[in-house]
């Protein structure tokens, strides 16, 4: 079945680049998504990238995916306090199936 | 403001109790969704309606009844609440064809925080 996974946590020094990776596993998903979640808010569609690509550079953001491997990360560089949320990343074919969220903690 | 609204924001109620929570979008879209968030963050999809027909019902028990009286609203009616039915509880809504855009973003409401007692 869909299957999309996440490690929980991550603690980066501000100014520091952040990778947050992801696996999922329908090889028929069109879009990959990171959506970002910060406290008390709904979610916010940070970045995507099509099934074709490799790679999608968006201002801070870098977005990596191999397909072969179902990976997907997500760079973001110079990392701020600001940063501090939860990264969902998600697949889709028909419907959205996130993975259970990246605490992301940006100390100084 | 163009965006997807909830009502309400808190919903604090007794076990057994039936409640609503209402979604409105103003941005158009032919699909509607509901998702629930639980204590740990957990994202699932419940129920998707495209033009006010349901296409996506996940494993949800048959006590939550989603409603969309036109396209631009879904309701979620809830009977009989449970205490684990406690969560968040997030509308979205995106357009289903590309209308020149490569992708189809799913726009979320702010949530509805459910709690039972």
């Known amino acids: 079945g869909e299957d999309v996974e996440q490690s929980l946590f991550l603690s980066v020094r501000e100014g520091d680049s952040s990778v947050i990776n992801c696996t999922y596993t329908d090889s028929s998903s069109t879009y990959l998504y990171w959506y970002k979640q910060e406290p008390g808010a709904g979610l916010q569609l940070l970045t995507y990238i099509f099934s074709n690509m490799d790679m999608k550079q968006d201002q801070r953001l870098t977005v990596l995916l191999n397909k072969k491997d179902k990976h997907l990360s997500l760079r973001i560089a110079d990392t701020q306090t600001g940063d501090s949320a939860i990264y969902f990343c998600?697949?889709?074919?028909?419907?959205?199936?996130f993975g259970a969220g990246t605490r992301l903690a940006v100390h100084p | 403001d163009t965006a997807v609204s909830q009502t309400p924001k808190y919903l604090v109620t007794q076990m057994g109790n039936d409640k609503s929570i209402k979604c409105e979008q103003n941005?158009?879209?032919?699909?509607m969704y509901w998702y629930k968030q639980d204590s740990k963050k957990f994202l699932k999809i419940m129920f998707s309606?495209?033009?006010?027909?349901?296409?996506i019902n996940e494993t949800v028990p048959n006590r939550f009844s989603p409603k969309s009286p036109d396209k631009a609203h879904l309701n979620l009616h809830i009977n009989s609440l449970e205490l684990g039915d406690s969560a968040v509880y997030f509308c979205?809504?995106?357009?289903?064809?590309?209308?020149?855009?490569?992708?189809?973003?799913?726009?979320f409401g702010p949530g509805t925080r459910l709690t039972v007692l």
């Open positions: 941005l158009g879209h032919d699909t």
């Open positions: 998600a697949e889709s074919s028909n419907k959205l199936i």
């Open positions: 309606y495209n033009n006010k027909e349901l296409i």
């Open positions: 979205a809504s995106r357009h289903s064809g590309t209308s020149g855009r490569l992708y189809n973003e799913q726009f």
